[in-house]
């Protein structure tokens, strides 16, 4: 298990290549590359761009073994979604030739599924949405991430498992946001057992259960010892890759670097449990 984290926060205020820097120091050893900032997922940067930059992080011990694409992935203009599907095509490229395994895309939500019987034609719409993806998965060689998001038909174990289900192909998988599952009510651990074998990343940050916060991990009310615990049982194996860059929103730029130290001890801290949980039940499998 790597540990890993998108870089809001960081990039805008240090450049791309400084922030590939300063998380190599903290002692990260992947990056989620958020191509959902414009420049990654429109035409203004060549492929000898990103090759590029998957060299010079290679150099400093960090690879990008996620993405995230742009969002939303839907609008009410049909216009604009079909001028977002070629953006979230194009990042899937981009993703590509950083190397990339899997990139998360986003379900559809421009339609509330909860109100006026929306749910099955939201199920249907999002269907044909990833199935329309299969395509460049397949001819840029990665999967994609359906993440579980609030109000969405992916919000609950059971529907993220229903459009999985229905799409029945290999190159889906499932990023299971912790911070999402905590304010739709659930325990994450429980859906993470519910999920079991399914998950292929995540973005890992903690909230007070009402609020999408986006934070540090023990800065919230997430049981973190049982989500570790759940990840260890379902036999886990992909990287702890944080989303919780509003942990340094208010923080000086100038400190943001002691910050990243920070975060990557806590992420550490997390792993360790994590081994710890998958030490025991290695034991149990020889007694």
């Known amino acids: 298990m790597k540990l890993s984290s998108n870089f809001i926060r960081f990039h805008n205020e240090f450049g791309l290549k400084k922030t590939i820097g300063i998380f190599s120091k903290a002692g990260y050893e992947a990056i989620d590359f958020n191509a959902d900032l414009k420049e990654y997922h429109t035409d203004e940067h060549d492929e000898n761009f990103y090759k590029e930059i998957k060299e010079y992080a290679e150099s400093k011990g960090i690879v990008f073994a996620q993405t995230h694409a742009p969002f939303p992935s839907s609008f009410s203009d049909e216009e604009k979604t079909k001028e977002r599907f070629y953006e979230i095509v194009k990042s899937m490229r981009h993703s590509s030739w950083l190397g990339a395994e899997m990139i998360v895309v986003h379900p559809y939500l421009h339609i509330?599924?909860?109100?006026?019987?929306?749910?099955?034609?939201?199920?249907?719409?999002?269907?044909?949405?990833?199935?329309?993806?299969?395509?460049?998965?397949?001819?840029?060689?990665?999967?994609?991430?359906?993440?579980?998001?609030?109000?969405?038909?992916?919000?609950?174990p059971g529907g993220i498992m229903e459009l999985l289900s229905a799409l029945d192909s290999e190159v889906f998988t499932i990023c299971f946001d912790v911070g999402h599952a905590n304010i739709c009510g659930q325990k994450p651990?429980?859906?993470?057992?519910?999920?079991?074998?399914?998950?292929?990343?995540?973005?890992?940050?903690?909230?007070?259960?009402?609020?999408?916060?986006?934070?540090?991990?023990?800065?919230?009310?997430?049981?973190?010892?049982?989500?570790?615990?759940?990840?260890?049982?379902?036999?886990?194996?992909?990287?702890?890759?944080?989303?919780?860059?509003?942990?340094?929103?208010?923080?000086?730029?100038?400190?943001?670097?002691?910050?990243?130290?920070?975060?990557?001890?806590?992420?550490?801290?997390?792993?360790?449990?994590?081994?710890?949980?998958?030490?025991?039940?290695?034991?149990?499998?020889?007694?």
């Open 112 to 156: 509330n599924c909860k109100e006026n019987g929306n749910y099955a034609l939201m199920m249907q719409c999002n269907i044909d949405f990833y199935k329309s993806l299969v395509q460049y998965a397949k001819e840029f060689d990665i999967k994609i991430a359906i993440e579980n998001i609030p109000g969405s038909v992916t919000e609950t």
């Open 189 to 287: 651990a429980d859906s993470i057992r519910e999920i079991g074998k399914y998950i292929g990343c995540t973005h890992i940050h903690d909230n007070d259960g009402v609020r999408d916060r986006h934070t540090l991990p023990f800065y919230g009310v997430i049981d973190w010892e049982d989500v570790m615990k759940a990840f260890a049982e379902v036999s886990y194996e992909g990287n702890l890759n944080y989303e919780a860059g509003l942990f340094v929103d208010k923080v000086p730029v100038s400190l943001r670097q002691n910050s990243a130290k920070y975060m990557a001890t806590v992420g550490k801290y997390l792993i360790e449990r994590f081994c710890y949980y998958k030490n025991i039940e290695n034991l149990k499998t020889y007694l």
